[in-house]
């Protein structure tokens, strides 16, 4: 199963841009790239997913590398309500969650 | 649709106590999945169903057992409940394992004393 390398935090300021960034180098050809974010005291939330082309919905967008190696979620316009830990998660066969990031966000 | 549906939101148990999680969800999916997370720390994954009548083990699938007797519920039961037990639990499911959207549940917050 792909494993995914993710920073243990990242701080942003209110309504500038945020990209996080996930390493998944043993992705395979088939394998989807999802991202899932906490916020305080509650249950995961989906965000976004991919496989090979960028995708945007309206929450975030997801930028994939053209080798798929690396992925970055990008929130164009951070708010307080962002802060969160943010998950990032590749493999077909792998519903496990890493560590994720903490995304603090500074008013 | 009411989505991913978990009782009870607080447990606490004693040492030695069982008692089994309830999850349920109304959107047909074939996919669910049982999680926890102790203080501070992501999400382990339990033990998951692929569908009516087939359940697998995940990371720390010891002192859980599960059943998928329909697509709709997917109960998790602890046999003799430890301190170590401590944890929020989160059931999930999905549509598509591939593809598809996890939709987690509320999240039972289990003390064991």
């Known amino acids: 199963d792909a494993k995914t390398t993710q920073p243990n935090s990242m701080e942003s300021n209110e309504e500038e841009p945020v990209h996080l960034p996930c390493n998944h180098s043993?992705?395979?050809?088939?394998?989807?790239i999802h991202w899932y974010r906490q916020l305080p005291s509650q249950g995961p939330e989906y965000v976004i997913h991919?496989?090979?082309s960028n995708v945007n919905n309206r929450m975030a967008s997801l930028a994939i590398a053209e080798d798929r190696k690396s992925s970055t979620l990008i929130l164009h316009r951070a708010t307080l309500r962002d802060a969160a830990v943010y998950y990032c998660?590749?493999?077909?066969?792998?519903?496990?969650f890493g560590a994720g990031t903490r995304l603090t966000v500074k008013p | 649709n009411a989505g991913v549906t978990q009782t009870p939101k607080f447990q606490v148990l004693k040492t030695g106590q069982s008692m089994t999680l309830q999850c349920a969800q109304d959107?047909?999916?074939?996919?669910m999945s049982w999680y926890r997370q102790d203080p501070g720390m992501g999400l382990r994954l339990i033990h998951y169903?692929?569908?009516?009548?087939?359940?697998d083990q995940g990371e720390v699938p010891n002192g859980y057992n599960v059943s998928r007797s329909t697509t709709e519920d997917f109960p998790l039961r602890l046999l003799s409940a430890a301190p170590s037990q401590t944890s929020v639990y989160f059931c999930?499911?999905?549509?598509?394992?591939?593809?598809?959207?996890?939709?987690f549940g509320p999240g039972t917050r289990l003390t064991v004393l």
């Open positions: 169903s692929v569908g009516a009548g087939i359940t």
């Open positions: 959107m047909n999916h074939e996919y």
């Open positions: 043993t992705i395979s050809g088939t394998d989807y």
């Open positions: 991919g496989l090979t």
């Open positions: 998660r590749s493999g077909n066969n792998d519903m496990r």
């Open positions: 999930a499911s999905s549509y598509s394992r591939v593809a598809g959207e996890q939709f």
